[in-house]
């Protein structure tokens, strides 16, 4: 298998956080905060184990299903179209995995720090370029967004994901606003995002029914 630069890019990251969890298994504690609510308190535990190493299992995994979806996608070939902002957006995902999983290991090593703060900037790039592939992306069946009316017409999906990238982005940018006003980070963050699922799952349904009439 002949790997490209972002696979390499995607691999080291992996490798990396192996290489941290092995660094510092010794030094955590038995019982590894692993989960924080949306007022920045730990409400969830692991193992030292599956503390250490699911998030890079995770990342691992991802990785390899990422690898996998351009090969069995029946429109494959569309995928190819926007393959650059595909491989892009597995390396955000990675890098941001990799960003959630050192907030963990600092904080288990005894920092402390307001973890919701430190979550915004990286959601908020997270959901910018999420706008950036939706807009590129071509009619498949993995990415994008994939209801059956965008999977039923190629013009539906364009005009879907024309409004739905730039929603997303507008969401992206709204959740930035979260590191100036945290009490209100979780609402700013998910409000923007869930109404920009809604609205172009609403979008597609009333553009196909317009295409079916014409």
């Known amino acids: 298998m002949k790997f490209k630069k972002t696979d390499i890019i995607i691999i ?13 298994y010794p030094q955590m504690p038995e019982k590894m905060a692993s989960h924080w609510n949306v007022k920045g308190e730990v409400d969830g535990y692991l193992s030292k184990f599956w503390g250490i190493f699911l998030m890079p299992i995770v990342s691992l995994g991802l990785f390899l299903l990422f690898l996998l979806i351009p090969r069995i996608d029946p429109l494959k070939a569309n995928i190819e179209k926007f393959r650059k902002y595909f491989d892009s957006f597995i390396v955000l995902i990675m890098v941001f ?20 703060r430190t979550m915004v900037p990286a959601l908020g790039v997270l959901f910018y370029y999420c706008g950036i592939l939706i807009e590129n992306a071509k009619r498949n069946w993995f990415i994008g967004i994939r209801t059956p009316w965008t999977l039923s017409s190629e013009s539906v999906w364009d005009k879907t994901h024309k409004i739905g990238g730039k929603l997303f982005k507008v969401a992206g940018l709204i959740a930035f606003l979260g590191i100036f006003f945290p009490n209100f980070a979780f609402y700013l963050i998910l409000v923007p995002v869930l109404l920009a699922a809604f609205y172009t799952i609403a979008y597609s349904y009333f553009e196909y029914q317009k295409e079916t009439k014409r």
């Open 97 to 116: 995995l990799f960003y959630i999983y050192l907030l963990g290991i600092v904080w288990n090593l005894g920092k402390r720090f307001n973890m919701g």
């Open 12 to 24: 080291s990251l992996i490798s990396l956080s192996f290489i941290v969890g092995i660094y510092l």
